[in-house]
């Protein structure tokens, strides 16, 4: 692989006047601009990233920072934002915490030496303290961190509302919560909404702990089902648990929708390849990736942001498996 030198020395010039071409900074004449470029072509020359953020304090990275990479609600969110960065000439470099606040900060620290230009950032555990002092802009994605912190969520409580109420219009009564982890934001929302709409019409309360994971949420609700048969319906607190209730009916020979409901929240991909296809609450899940990375985008260029913080909503997608 040709070096910086060898290009300096093909175009008869100096090292320094080959860094300032590649980085179109300072005065070079313009013949001796188009040497320096035909030689970078006759040798194939690629200038180093690295070595170029080093002198630059830029890299055109950012850095995308979520909780759980196996839960196909990220990607999708992934392909959003990577939609808008690298049209304007970014690379997206993903990591997963595993909702590890030890994590989270090793990456951040290890990308800020590296001059990353920005951080998306989908976090339970970071707070105003861990942020403050970076340099470079950060945006919150699908979980509010602070106000001083820009950021695009759902609201999750008016969505799990909308879900409740419509399941009762269906005649559902004795409606079961398959819940997600009890420190995330979002699904402490979705249960409070539960709870609210239960009690508003004197429905009984069912909670069963499901992660917002698959085999957790199967396995959840073949327990529920076994000690509870009374239960007409599950409101899941996501695809994949919701996903895990279907799967855990069918094992018990539990007919869905005719004698167990099922609801559940996100609107991923996989709601349409089971039977019966998933009834969700969709969320907008494409625009929720391309706002945050599109507001990246502006504080990164320095621009002026619209609005600080975005709240969009879900929509009920009526499918085939609540009656």
Same mark, same amino acid.
């Given at each position: 692989m040709a070096t910086i030198s060898e290009v300096a020395k093909r175009a008869g010039v100096s090292v320094a006047t080959v860094s300032r071409v590649i980085n179109n900074k300072g005065y070079v004449h313009e013949d001796t601009r188009k040497s320096v470029a035909n030689a970078i072509k006759q040798l194939g020359y690629k200038p180093n990233s690295v070595a170029r953020s080093l002198s630059q304090k830029t890299s055109k990275m950012i850095c995308f920072l979520i909780p759980d990479i196996t839960n196909p609600f990220f990607p999708q969110l992934v392909r959003a934002v990577e939609d808008v960065m690298y049209p304007a000439g970014y690379s997206t470099?993903?990591?997963?915490?595993?909702?590890?606040?030890?994590?989270?900060?090793?990456?951040?620290?290890?990308?800020?030496?590296?001059?990353?230009?920005?951080?998306?950032?989908?976090?339970?555990?970071?707070?105003?303290?861990?942020?403050? /002092?970076?340099?470079?802009?950060?945006?919150?994605?699908?979980?509010?961190?602070?106000?001083?912190?820009?950021?695009?969520?759902?609201?999750?409580?008016?969505? /799990?509302?909308?879900?409740?109420?419509?399941?009762?219009?269906?005649?559902?009564?004795?409606? /079961?919560?398959?819940?997600?982890?009890?420190?995330?934001?979002?699904?402490?929302?979705?249960?409070?909404?539960?709870?609210?709409?239960?009690?508003?019409?004197?429905l009984p309360i069912t909670l069963q702990q499901g992660h917002y994971e698959l085999e957790k949420g199967m396995v959840s609700t073949m327990e529920l089902l076994e000690s509870n048969r009374s239960i007409d319906a599950i409101f899941a607190g996501n695809d994949v648990m919701a996903i895990g209730a279907l799967k855990a009916a069918g094992k018990l020979g539990i007919k869905v929708p005719e004698e167990v409901s099922i609801m559940g929240f996100d609107g991923m991909e996989w709601g349409t390849t089971v039977l019966p296809e998933l009834t969700t609450m969709q969320q907008p899940i494409y625009e929720i990736g391309k706002k945050a990375a599109e507001m990246l985008l502006a504080r990164i260029q320095g621009l002026p942001l619209e609005r600080e913080h975005y709240v969009l909503k879900a929509a009920l997608e009526v499918r085939k498996s609540v009656r």
């Open positions: 470099i993903l990591f997963n915490s595993d909702e590890q606040l030890e994590h989270e900060l090793e990456y951040i620290e290890g990308m800020t030496s590296k001059y990353i230009d920005g951080f998306i950032i989908v976090s339970n555990t970071l707070k105003w303290e861990h942020l403050s /002092a970076l340099n470079v802009p950060v945006v919150a994605l699908d979980r509010f961190i602070d106000d001083r912190i820009p950021s695009v969520a759902v609201d999750n409580y008016e969505g /799990a509302r909308k879900a409740l109420e419509y399941m009762i219009e269906r005649g559902c009564r004795n409606i /079961a919560h398959l819940e997600g982890p009890r420190h995330v934001i979002t699904s402490g929302e979705r249960k409070r909404a539960y709870q609210d709409v239960m009690k508003e019409n004197n």
